[in-house]
């Protein structure tokens, strides 16, 4: 297995991302301990220093499963407004893997099935900072 790379969230992120680990519905689940560790990994930065490639909620992402040579775009969301077409939850296990990623990055993770998904950031289309959105809390 791949050893994480390093990923950076901003503290708006990180702040919104712990306070909905902290609701009831989502405490002591697998997606809410996976979503927690990559959280204490982080390197949390203010908004305005996240640099443009990193992928942050609400960026949409053009991505490679590496196994399959599939290709995806996909814009990572909270829970409630995920369920459309293209849009993934943070608390998917495709979601939490992309936290905090830089194009280029390749990252191993695990499946609810016992299997694991390769993915690479192929770039991004859409970073909420870098376009001047959700500065603050």
Known sequence: MLQPPPIVITHVDNTRLRRMLSAPRARDTDAADALEEELD???????????????????????????????????LVYPRDAGEEG?????????????????????????????TARIRVLDLRHQPEAAGEDLAL
């Not at 490639?53 to 996909?74: A, F, H």
């Not at 936290?99 to 990252?107: A, D, H, K, N, P």
């Open 87 to 115: 849009r993934v939850s943070v608390l998917a296990p495709m979601g939490s893997a992309l936290l905090g990623l830089r194009v280029g990055s390749e990252i191993e993770w695990p499946l609810p099935n016992g299997r």
């Open 41 to 75: 990994r982080a390197n949390v930065v203010e908004p305005t220093a996240l640099p443009i490639d990193v992928v942050s909620m609400n960026s949409t992402v053009r991505l490679l499963e590496c196994r399959s040579g599939r290709e995806r775009e996909l814009t």
